[in-house]
C-alpha cells in the first residue's frame, strides 16, 4: 500500500512538474519604439535605421529574441508624427527613439511617462525639449547634432570657396522647432564675416521651389541648408534647383553631398543613430532620462562634392580638400 502510494505521488509529481514549468512566466522582452521622419524605401534612411540596430547589436541585444523593434516612418510629413507617436504610445513601447526634433517633440507630447531618446536634434535646448545638456529634467534625452558655433564654421568654409561673397540665403523651415535658434546663430555668423543673410523658409517641395526663385531673384551668391527632414527627403530636388542656379551650397547631413550637393559640415548622423543605442541600453537597465546628459558631437566631417564644384566652375582650394574627410569626384 506505501508503496503505491509513494509511486502515484511520485507520478503525479512528475506530471505537475513540466505544467509548473509551463505556468512560470516568460521573462518581458523590452519594445523599442523607432519613430522616422523617413521612408522605409529610402536606403538612407535604411542606413541610419540599421546604424541604430547595429548598435544595439554591439550591446548584445538581439532583434526577435531579447529586444523588439516598433518602427514607424513618417514618409516625410510632419503631420503624421502625432498620430505614430500615439500609436507608440498605445503599445506601451518602453522607450522611444525619436529621429529629428519635430519627431522629439511630438512623441514628448504624446507621453510624459515613456523615456524618448532623441538623436540628430539641432538645439534641444532651445527647442525646449530639455532643461540643459548637463539635467534634461524629463523624459527626453540622447544626442544634438549641433555645436554653438557650427553655423559660423558653415559660412567660414563657404567664404573659403567663394573669398567675395557677400549675399547668402539661408533655407529654413518654420514647422522645425530647431529653426529659431539656428537662424539666430546664422545671423551672428553672417554679421562676423559680413555677409548678409536672406533667410526663406519652406514647409514641403512647392515651398522649395518658391524659395528657390525670391533666392535667385535677389542674387544670393550661395545657400546654407538647415538640417530639416523635409530637407533631407528633398535633397535631389535641392541639389538640382541648386546646380540649375548655379548656386554653391553648405548643408548639415551627408545624404545632401551625396545626392549632389557642393559641401557639407555636420556631425556624422550615422555616428548618431548608433550612440543612440547606448541610451536606450542605459534606459532599460533602470537609469532615468532625466539624468542622462544630452550628448553633443565632438567630432565633425566635411564632404566636399568635387563633381559639383567643377559643374558650378569653382576651384576648392587645395588646403581645404586635404581637410576634407571625405571628397566626392
Do not use: C
Not at 521622419?37 to 550591446?59: K, M, Y
Not at 510624459?112 to 538645439?123: A, E, K, Y
Not at 561673397?165 to 530647431?178: D, E, K, Q
Not at 564644384?309 to 576651384?315: H, P, R, S
Amino acid at each position: 500500500m506505501e508503496r503505491r502510494t509513494f509511486l502515484a505521488t511520485l507520478a503525479g509529481g512528475l506530471l505537475a512538474a513540466p505544467l509548473a514549468a509551463e505556468a512560470q512566466p516568460r521573462e518581458k522582452v523590452p519594445r523599442v519604439g523607432y519613430l522616422s521622419p523617413g521612408s522605409s524605401s529610402d536606403p538612407a534612411r535604411l542606413r541610419r535605421f540599421e546604424a541604430f540596430r547595429q548598435g544595439l547589436r554591439e550591446l548584445g541585444y538581439v532583434e526577435g529574441q531579447n529586444i523588439a523593434i516598433e518602427s514607424r516612418w513618417a514618409e516625410g510629413k510632419y503631420d503624421r508624427y502625432s498620430a505614430l507617436a500615439a500609436d507608440l504610445v498605445r503599445l506601451k513601447v518602453d522607450v522611444i527613439v525619436a529621429v529629428g526634433g519635430r519627431a522629439t517633440q511630438d512623441a514628448q507630447q504624446a507621453t510624459r511617462t515613456i523615456p524618448i531618446v532623441m538623436s540628430v536634434v539641432i538645439d534641444p535646448v532651445g527647442s525646449g525639449l530639455v532643461a540643459s545638456l548637463a539635467r534634461p529634467g524629463g523624459n527626453v534625452t540622447g544626442l544634438t547634432i549641433i555645436a554653438p558655433d557650427l553655423a559660423g564654421k558653415q559660412f567660414q568654409l563657404l567664404k573659403e570657396v567663394i573669398p567675395k561673397l557677400s549675399r547668402v540665403a539661408l533655407l529654413t523651415n518654420p514647422a522645425n522647432p530647431a529653426s529659431a535658434p539656428f537662424v539666430r546663430e546664422a545671423e551672428a555668423a553672417a554679421r562676423a564675416l559680413g555677409v548678409r543673410l536672406q533667410t526663406l523658409a519652406a514647409r514641403d517641395y512647392q515651398e522649395i521651389d518658391s524659395a528657390f526663385a525670391v533666392m535667385t531673384k535677389e542674387r544670393a551668391g550661395a545657400l546654407v541648408v538647415l538640417s530639416d527632414a523635409i530637407f533631407t527627403n528633398q535633397r535631389r530636388q535641392i541639389a538640382e534647383l541648386a546646380a540649375k542656379r548655379r548656386l554653391p551650397a553648405m548643408y548639415g547631413v551627408r545624404e545632401h553631398a551625396e545626392a549632389g550637393g557642393l559641401m557639407v559640415y555636420s556631425a556624422n548622423p550615422l555616428d548618431l543613430e548608433r550612440r543612440a543605442a547606448t541610451f536606450v541600453d542605459k534606459i532599460l537597465k533602470g537609469a532615468k532620462p532625466a539624468a542622462l546628459p544630452v550628448e553633443q558631437p565632438s567630432k565633425f566631417e566635411l564632404i566636399i562634392n568635387l563633381k559639383t564644384a567643377k559643374a558650378l566652375g569653382l576651384t576648392i582650394p587645395q588646403s581645404l580638400l586635404l581637410r576634407a574627410d571625405e571628397v566626392i569626384q
